[in-house]
């Protein structure tokens, strides 16, 4: 079912698109290549009711951020490859809510309290209802407490190449939050504040500069200045690459990202961050844009890109029913383009309130051209958006699914690579829509996704994607227990599976991003395979082998060391008791009966019976053997990055120098390989430009010399060992020092004076595992 169709065009006549949806699966089949939908655990508990319009959302460095009344629940998927267990590994941590209550400067605080006093009381009713019941400008009123809504940035905004959060309070306080440390939240600046602070010091004029007429006895005008000031919204940009004209007349690129604030009124405030952000000195005010939205609802950044033109906007709702694109002017940005004047998608005016607004890109097979499809919701329907650039214009053509859910949607989710988009009422049932092209039409897959058992009965809240669609997090109450509703209602967030580990590991072979780290979540798909069934699936191995022999790149062999060292895990004898748990056989006799002596006994001897038909030395042997591939593959990949790291001294030293790097020690050990003609040259060369001068690491505690036998550690003739960088290779001996994700290695921090090229080297990701240092 649909609803009508409509077709416009900006610039030329866009042509007619019929609309057509597949009718539903009675059975809920899943599409080919998906498989069935598992539930994953753990399932956890939130401690708080879940809050906002959107209480999920997952960003690209695999975190999720839970919504609550009390704080930010914050749930980080991390890819073990120490562990043998089954389950997800997540690292938990939140921030919490502000317990200060925010009071927005609205102008001098005795005028403001006489406004107040003159508004509560105000003979017209329809002047003192709308103050009393306003939470912003009523003081009286309870302050709500929780979070509305929260944005992830980009990957790579702060010092450790990960993601900012931008969090938007009950109490419309607009803060941003970075994770320096591990598991460890700070407060980068708060953005209500700031623009509060501006506002006053341009008298609360708008955008033209001109200062109010009115004061704050003026009802409307005090109810301006409130909503000029109160965020609804935040969405972030992507990266954009700037120049930046140094002092001396340098020219140097730098990565800026945007995040728009949609305000009450309509205003849509951007801020602009030079990257890596560090603190609020890399923020600035950017420019400020009237979109004339009445009553605005919510926002996505439209982001064109294609033919090295760059095009982008912002999409604003309204609860009303239109929908527009805005233009955004960004100055300085290469083949960036702006459109001359906003862009309706839809018109009418007809009190539905649009939610949800997302944006993403997607190619037309039929065209040949790239194009960018917008979802929305719209009570019980969603509305979706397809604008094409051709060289008449911008053509816009737009529609309703309708027929989806009985209740009105509260949540939407869209995966980015294959675009399929998720819906959820909050009855509980989860649709999944699939776009394709055909010559004439844009047709939506329609299908019931087939959650557990568990799920009915249940009141569903929030919906959110992983960043490569593996996995679905689901945000609900705890359900019927037992029969009967429990007492006191509780919330929870469940992973259930969107992609099989078949599809997975293709996804993984064919990434065009060639990192393993932004794979994190289909990785956990292969890993919980080869963990079920002690091996590494035949057709996998054999596609991988095939891949390094047509380019033998690091990714390729990072991915097959995965591999391995998950097999090994998984080989591994799980043991009965966590190894926390103290043991007191040796301290106690352990009295039992005879039924528990007899279990004893057969427990016993299950233990020593053969696992999946390999006796113990036939294991041991085998765990031998996946152990010495793996040495293999790590001293493989330590030597490519040694020729890189060379590679990089030999271009930015002119003379033999003492550099933080054991330049010597990597050519004598890369000299062992002879084999090896690319290291043989690079090293001659290396060796004409030293000049036969060598520079020797010494030991911190004796000054001894520390040779270099090994790319892991170093050992001085005393016996005082420390960890090698996996970065620069040189021995970290000062107490501060960076760990990969996955603690698969240290790497240095770079000394205050180092050169530019070092601290490039210094800031990359892990070498065996692509995670980054943090």
């Known amino acids: 079912m649909a609803a009508a169709s409509a077709s416009r065009s900006t610039g030329s006549q866009a042509r007619n698109a019929a609309i057509k949806i597949e009718p539903e699966d009675s059975g809920g089949a899943p599409s080919a290549g998906e498989g069935p939908v598992h539930m994953r655990e753990p399932v956890l508990t939130l ?247 009445t009553r605005p609802s919510d926002l996505a950044w439209w982001e064109y890109e294609g033919s090295d033109n760059r095009m982008s906007g912002l999409i604003v709702g309204s609860e009303v029913g239109p929908v527009r694109i805005m233009p955004v002017n960004l100055a300085g940005v290469k083949g960036y383009f702006t459109l001359k004047q906003p862009v309706i998608l839809w018109q009418q005016v007809d009190e539905i309130p649009v939610e949800n607004i997302k944006c993403v890109p997607i190619f037309h097979p039929i065209q040949k051209s790239n194009c960018s499809l917008v979802v929305a919701t719209r009570g019980c329907y969603v509305f979706w958006c397809l604008l094409m650039i051709s060289p008449a214009g911008l053509n816009v053509h737009n529609s309703h699914i309708a027929g989806l859910h009985s209740l009105p949607v509260v949540s939407l989710a869209v995966t980015r690579q294959g675009v399929t988009v998720y819906t959820c009422s909050i009855d509980g049932w989860v649709k999944k829509l699939t776009p394709t092209f055909t010559e004439t039409t844009l047709i939506f897959a329609q299908e019931n996704m087939l959650l557990p058992d568990t799920f009915p009965g249940r009141r569903m809240h929030g919906i959110a994607v992983s960043h490569n669609g593996a996995y679905i997090a689901l945000a609900s109450t705890q359900g019927i227990v037992s029969g009967h509703h429990p007492v006191s209602r509780s919330y929870q967030v469940n992973f259930v599976t969107a992609k099989t580990p078949e599809t997975a590991a293709t996804q993984i072979l064919k990434s065009p991003s060639q990192s393993l780290y932004k794979a994190a979540d289909l990785l956990d798909l292969v890993r919980w395979r080869v963990l079920k069934e002690q091996r590494i699936p035949p057709s996998l191995r054999d596609q991988l082998d095939k891949k390094i022999q047509e380019a033998d790149t690091p990714y390729l062999w990072r991915f097959k060391l995965f591999l391995l060292r998950i097999l ?47 006796d113990e030395e036939d294991l041991a042997e085998l765990i031998r053997a996946v152990s010495a591939e793996i040495a293999s593959v790590e001293a493989r990949l330590s030597r490519e990055h040694m020729k890189k790291v060379l590679g990089e001294v030999y271009l930015n030293i002119w003379t033999a120098v003492n550099t933080s790097i054991p330049t010597c020690g990597l050519v004598e050990y890369l000299s062992k390989d002879t084999s090896d003609r690319a290291s043989e040259v690079l090293i001659g060369h290396i060796k004409k430009k030293m000049n036969k001068q060598t520079f020797s690491e010494h030991c911190n505690l004796c000054e001894e010399v520390l040779p270099f036998t090994s790319a892991k550690d170093a050992t001085c003739k005393n016996g005082h060992m420390w960890l090698r960088c996996v970065l620069s290779f040189q021995a970290c001996q000062s107490l501060a020092f960076k760990r990969c994700l996955l603690l698969d290695g240290v790497a240095g921090v770079p000394e205050p004076g180092a050169p530019e090229w070092i601290k490039k080297i210094l800031t990359g990701p892990c070498t065996f595992c692509d995670s980054p240092m943090i």
């Open 47 to 293: 401690m708080a009711p879940v809050s906002g319009l959107q209480p999920l959302v997952w960003s690209q460095d695999h975190r999720l951020a839970a919504c609550t009344t009390s704080a930010i629940s914050l749930m980080e998927l991390v890819c073990d490859i120490y562990g043998n267990q089954q389950d997800l590994t997540l690292h938990r941590t939140s921030i919490s809510v502000p317990t200060d209550v925010l009071q927005l400067r609205v102008g001098p605080e005795e005028e403001l309290e006489e406004a107040r006093h003159k508004f509560s009381s105000h003979p017209d009713p329809t002047i003192s209802q709308a103050f009393i019941s306003d939470r912003v400008m009523n003081p009286h009123m309870a302050t709500q407490k929780g979070v509305k809504y929260t944005s992830w940035s980009p990957l790579g905004c702060d010092v450790s190449g990960r993601c900012l959060l931008a969090c938007l309070t009950l109490d419309h306080r607009l803060t941003i939050h970075n994770s320096m440390k591990r598991l460890q939240w700070s407060v980068v600046a708060d953005l209500t504040r700031r623009y509060s602070e501006r506002l006053a010091e341009r008298g609360y004029a708008k955008k033209d500069g001109k200062p109010p007429e009115a004061n704050l006895l003026n009802f409307e005008e005090l109810q301006r200045r409130f909503r000029m000031q109160t965020p609804l919204r935040m969405e972030w940009s992507s990266l954009y690459t700037v120049k930046q004209v140094e002092a001396d007349n340098t020219c140097r690129e730098e990565e800026i990202v945007f995040l728009a604030v949609l305000m009450e009124n309509g205003d849509l405030v951007l801020w602009r961050f030079r990257l890596p952000c560090v603190d609020g000195t890399h923020i600035e005010f950017y420019d400020l844009i009237e979109s004339g939205v």
């Open 568 to 614: 090994k895990e998984s080989l591994k004898k799980v043991p009965d008791d966590p190894l926390w748990k103290p043991t007191y056989e040796d301290a106690k006799v352990v009295i039992r009966e005879e039924g528990a002596a007899e279990d004893q006994a057969v427990k016993e001897e299950d233990d020593d019976e053969p696992r999946n038909g390999v």
